[in-house]
């Protein structure tokens, strides 16, 4: 290795002055966010909150807990995501397992009308107009019904089912075991990187989506945690007047500290689970961009 | 049905002759009704949808249900009239193309340099933390990204309005939230900090492919660390550049790239910044949705979709001008 030139030691030291910045832009918001939801309400809405809780205090995820509205968007985007992720991955990849047969007849028709499909779009308004058609509208399943089929992972789960030797599902089909048997007890439990990457992905798609909770049902009782937080945002962002009243009197909530606890609730599963499945998802990253 | 060619090429192996269509297809029915189930789906939910856009043509009623679509009274081109001579429109085409090009500019970048720097880390340990949390506000959704905005721009409460109060380098809060001239800013930043860290991924993996001898060549031909990155590493990144730029392009009107132009104008936008933050697909929506004109904002989302499938045509023509390959 030869040996460092004062060029080197420019570069680097810049490298790692610009890298500290983009790690402090990046990282900062979500601390700051985290110490906000530690911190009593109406402490921070003096300002001059930077780097700890000032007033340390519970209160907020107390308030949060207690507050039914807040506790039903909670479990609404839990259920939703539980259930539309599985019925996603399943779905997606029972569609898949038939396509990947290679002696599927009218194979290229198939996969003509996914092409289409992924490519041409009939807009929002038509696709609102469907889904009033079929009654989904102000339902549960308006969440996870059309998530069902993710066009994109069908492509992946194709290619990667294809890889999967034929005699795998043979001797049990000698055996007279049905392909739906063959589908749930052997494919599914050796594809667990495919299901990860798709869980993932999926998942954190139901956790994060906004728009259908805020068009496509209405009234309290279905409307999901980013739903709630939208509604506290447009609240205060315009009518300043309602951020230093309090939200919660006695508990010294405000608006904004209720919404910080809201974000902090629904940036930690993430948090959580990204680490584990980061290396799939590169992969997975790659596998798409390679589709285009 | 009786020359698909699939079925010849495919035929079984071993099969000594060709069994009758009805026989192969009852083999593999099961096979079969999986595959239908998913073409289901998408008769229901991407072809009705496809279908349906000849609202913009009609004189469409929503208590019609979908079967109004179809059957509702043709009024040719009256929604396109209207639109071209809604007031607003000129504002939503300078809108949306501005910041669609504005983003295409200013975050295509972005990530090509930020994954030099993460390259030229020679220390695993950095080099793979930086890499975990740049990828991070990928998966944080469009909603807690507003949120943090509001958390660090409001005028009440955002806390770069007050730090810089505090230093007294400004008098009076920052608008930023709610000014129209800085939405355009606001939704290119918002985007590059949330999307940016993500594309890494692929202009990393083609770093990684460069021969490393590549670089002891350059070394021994005197060349510096910058000269190293201008001459090996950028050309060594030229063809996923060049395909993330055709792709971009093709999808420039959803913001490219970082995307999210409907999201951000959704949820960045609001009554005092509409001028500069409404985009044609968002007014298609607020349209159809809250004043239920559904056969005009079918005719926007139209006039969208064919300048979105135009841009993706041309960029893929050009694609395969330059690389000899199209992407489809």
């Given at each position: ?5 004062r060029?080197?030691y420019t570069?680097d030291?810049?490298n790692?002055i610009l890298?500290?910045l983009v790690a402090l832009i990046?990282l900062?918001p979500?601390y700051?966010v ?5 911190n ?6 003096r300002g001059g909150?930077?780097?700890l809780?000032?007033?340390f205090t519970l ?15 909670f479990?609404?985007?839990?259920a ?9 991955v ?8 038939g396509l ?18 992924m490519?041409i779009s009939?807009?929002?308004?038509a ?5 009033r058609g079929l ?5 549960f399943?308006?969440y996870?019904?059309?998530t069902?089929?993710?066009?994109f992972?069908?492509?992946i789960?194709?290619s990667?089912?294809r890889?999967?030797?034929?005699e ?12 739906m048997t ?5 494919i599914?439990?050796?594809s667990l ?5 798709m869980?993932?992905?999926l998942g954190?798609n139901?956790?994060n ?13 279905l ?17 300043t007047d309602a951020i230093?009243a ?11 500290s ?6 902090v609730?629904s940036v930690f ?5 990204y ?8 992969q ?5 961009s390679?589709k285009? | ?6 079925v ?13 269509l ?10 079969q ?10 008769l229901v939910?991407s ?6 856009v000849?609202?913009a043509f009609?004189?469409?009623k929503?208590?019609?249900g979908?079967a109004g ?7 040719g081109?009256k929604?396109?009239h209207e639109?071209v ?9 300078r809108n ?5 090009l ?8 972005v990530?090509?340099l ?7 880390v020679?220390?695993?340990v ?8 740049s990828?991070?506000?990928h998966?944080?959704s ?10 660090f721009f ?8 007050h ?5 007294g380098?400004i008098h009076?809060?920052?608008t930023v939230l709610t ?11 918002t985007?590059?900090?949330k999307?940016?860290?993500w594309?890494?991924?692929i202009?990393?993996?083609a770093?990684?492919g ?12 005197g060349?510096?660390r910058?000269?190293?990155i201008?001459?090996v590493?950028?050309?060594g990144m ?5 395909v993330?730029?055709?792709l ?14 409907f999201?951000?104008?959704?949820l960045?936008?609001n009554t005092i ?5 409404q985009?044609?697909q968002?007014y ?10 559904f056969?005009?904002a079918?005719?926007?989302d ?11 045509l ?6 395969k ?5 199209g992407?489809?």
């Open positions: 290795m030869a040996r460092k030139t060029e080197d570069v030291t810049i790692y890298l500290a990046t900062y979500f700051y985290l110490i906000a939801s530690f009593l309400g109406q402490d921070t809405a909150l930077y780097l809780p000032r007033a209160n907020n995820y107390i308030y949060f807990f207690n507050d039914k509205h807040w506790v039903n968007a479990f609404i985007t839990v939703r995501t539980v259930v539309g992720t599985l019925l996603g399943i779905f997606t990849c029972l569609v898949a397992y990947s047969k290679p002696y599927l007849l009218f194979r290229r028709f198939y996969f003509l009308l996914i092409v289409i499909a490519n009939g807009g929002l308004i696709f609102y107009v469907v889904l009654g989904l509208l102000n339902t399943a308006v996870v019904v059309p069902m089929l993710s066009l992972f069908l492509l789960a194709v990667f089912f890889e999967i030797p034929e795998i599902g043979e001797s049990a089909r000698m055996d007279g075991a049905g392909e063959i589908f749930f007890r052997m599914l439990p050796i990187p495919l299901l990860a990457t869980g993932l992905f954190s139901q956790w989506a906004w728009l259908d909770s805020a068009y496509f049902v209405q009234g309290q009782g409307r999901t945690l980013a739903y709630r937080m939208i509604e506290v945002i447009n609240q205060t962002m315009i009518n230093g309090a939200y919660a009197g006695s508990m010294q909530v405000t608006s904004f209720a919404q910080a606890t809201a974000m609730i599963p993430i948090i959580c689970v680490p584990f499945i980061q290396k799939y998802f590169v997975g990253m790659m596998l798409g390679v285009g | 049905m009786k020359t698909n060619p699939a010849q090429e495919n035929k079984p192996i071993g099969a000594a002759s060709k069994p009758s009805g026989r192969q297809l009852r083999k593999q029915l099961t096979i009704i999986f595959v239908w189930l998913g073409m289901a789906f998408l939910f072809f009705t949808p496809m279908f349906g000849i609202m009609k004189d469409y929503i208590s019609t979908i679509i179809f059957t509702s009274e043709w009024v081109l929604y396109f639109l001579n809604d007031y607003r429109f000129p504002m939503l085409v949306t193309l501005a910041i669609s504005l983003k295409l500019v200013f975050a295509f970048p990530p090509i930020l994954a030099i720097m993460i390259t030229e020679k220390q695993a950095i080099k793979r933390l930086v890499q975990t949390f990828y991070l506000p998966f944080i469009w909603v807690v990204v507003v949120g943090i905005a509001y958390a409001s005028t009440e409460i955002g806390i770069i309005n730090a810089l109060i505090t230093l380098i009076e809060p920052l000014d129209p001239d800085s939405f355009w800013g606001l939704a290119v930043g985007a590059v900090w999307e940016a860290g594309w890494t991924i202009f990393l993996a770093i990684a460069i021969d490393p001898g590549l670089y002891e060549a350059a070394q021994l031909d060349a510096g910058l000269r190293r201008w001459h590493t950028l050309p030229r063809g996923p550049i060049v993330v730029l055709i971009s392009i093709g999808s420039m009107l959803g913001g490219g790239l970082v995307g999210s132009n999201e951000q104008s959704m960045l936008g910044n509409n001028d500069k933050s985009i044609i968002t298609a929506f607020n349209v159809g949705l809250a004043q239920g004109r056969a005009f079918t005719a926007i139209l006039v969208q979709s064919i300048i979105a499938v135009f841009l993706i041309t960029s893929n023509f050009i694609a001008r330059v690389s000899g390959t992407l489809y």
